[in-house]
Each structure stands twice: as C-alpha cells, then as structure tokens.
T-cell receptor, first 114, second 115 residues
Framework: EAQVTQNPRYLITVTGKKLTVTCSQNMNHEYMSWYRQDPGLGLRQIYYSMNVEVTDKGDVPEGYKVSRKEKRNFPLILESPSPNQTSLYFC?????????????FGQGTRLTVV | AQTVTQSQPEMSVQEAETVTLSCTYDTSESDYYLFWYKQPPSRQMILVIRQEAYKQQNATENRFSVNFQKAAKSFSLKISDSQLGDAAMYFCAYRRRSGNTPLVFGKGTRLSVIA
C-alpha cells in the first residue's frame, strides 16, 4: 500500500530536549516536505527536499532542521524545542514537482512542548 | 508570493443539500494546479479534487465539483447531496507548475453537516 508514515503520532516533551519526528514514504517519490498546521493559519511549509541531499527552507524554517540521506526518509529535527513549536505536523511526498503534483500526506504528529 | 484565501472559516449544510466553499488565490503565473483537501477529525489530509489551470473544463469527482474561474482567480468547491461523512476541515491549495514551489494552503473552512 502506498503511504507516508510518520512517527510518533503523539509526543509531549519539555523545552530544550532534542527530538526527531520520522517520515518515510514507499512510493519512490523525489519531493518531500514538512508542514505545520496551526488553528487559523492553515498549513505552512517548514522545509522541503527535491531529492537526496537536496533540502531547502520553506516559509517557517526557524527552529527546525531536516536531512535527506535516503530517498524514502525525511526526518524533522527540533534541536531545542520551544512551546511555540507546539503544533500538528505533517510530512508529505509527491513524485516530482512537475510530473505529479498530488501530495500524499502522513497521518500527522501532534507535538506538545511544555 | 502566491496567496490562497478562504473567506469562510465555518460553514454548515443540511444533509442531502448542496454547499459551496469559496477559495480565491493570487498569482502572476499562468500555469499551475489547484486542489481541495479534506481533513476529517482523524487529521488525515485527503485529496478531494484537482484542477489544472490550462484546462477550461471544471473538474468533477462524484459529488464534488469545482467552479474554476481563471480570470477571477476563483476556485470554489461544490458538494452535492451532502453526507454526514463530509463534515471536515477543507483546505484549498495552490501549486505553481514550474520551479521549486510548495503547496500554498488557505486557512481552511470547517464544514458541519446537520442531520
């Protein structure tokens, strides 16, 4: 089954404690991205990756890091989480930016930073 | 920069009736894609319908159809014969066809379906 898998789905952590949210897709997609969803703001892109070892900032990259060492994985790293990073996070992938623009989304990760 | 505006934070519809959700966007591009995504309480983001800007014909997927007005930069979603399972947040999104561009989302419209 084609899917994007995020883990964990729920996470409560304390300010300053490094964490990683994993994302994996099994569709051999080139393009992957991370979004955060906040009430009244919709989804905003944090980082994206065009392919292995190619990443770039989205609209709200501050406080986040990503890596793309393998095509299937695109982890989101919060080196020192803060309460304003409490949000719902989505990973998404698509075949490429031009051939197939449908984005497949993971099930979301609800992060709470206290 | 491209922007997407959904002017209706909340809408409601009676079961079996028809409802239209509004979306406008701002772009200087001529070639792009538009989408409607549904987010039910499970939080999953589900693609409802997609429209390619170069196609004049409005996209249709079963009970879901769009009214795409390119000159007016308007992309509304019509849901016919509304069902209880249609209750969700609906997001309009835009992506330019070329270049390293993300999906740009509107802020969403919460749709309630009344039995």
């Amino acid at each position: 089954e084609a899917q994007v898998t995020q883990n964990p789905r729920y996470l409560i952590t304390v300010t300053g404690k490094k964490l990683t949210v994993t994302c994996s897709q099994n569709m051999n997609h080139e393009y992957m991205s991370w979004y955060r969803q906040d009430p009244g703001l919709g989804l905003r892109q944090i980082y994206y990756s065009m392919n292995v070892e190619v990443t770039d900032k989205g609209d709200v990259p501050e406080g986040y890091k990503v890596s793309r060492k393998e095509k299937r994985n695109f982890p989101l790293i919060l080196e020192s989480p803060s309460p304003n990073q409490t949000s719902l996070y989505f990973c998404a992938s698509s075949l490429s930016r031009t051939l197939n623009t449908e984005a497949f989304f993971g099930q979301g990760t609800r992060l709470t930073v206290v | 920069a491209q922007t997407v505006t959904q002017s209706q934070p909340e809408m409601s519809v009676q079961e079996a009736e028809t409802v239209t959700l509004s979306c406008t966007y701002d772009t200087s591009e001529s070639d792009y894609y538009l989408f409607w995504y549904k987010q039910p309480p499970s939080r999953q983001m589900i693609l409802v319908i997609r429209q390619e800007a170069y196609k004049q014909q409005n996209a249709t997927e079963n009970r879901f159809s769009v009214n795409f007005q390119k000159a007016a930069k308007s992309f509304s979603l019509k849901i016919s014969d509304s069902q209880l399972g249609d209750a969700a947040m609906y997001f309009c999104a835009y992506r330019r066809r070329s270049g390293n561009t993300p999906l740009v989302f509107g802020k969403g419209t919460r749709l309630s379906v009344i039995a």
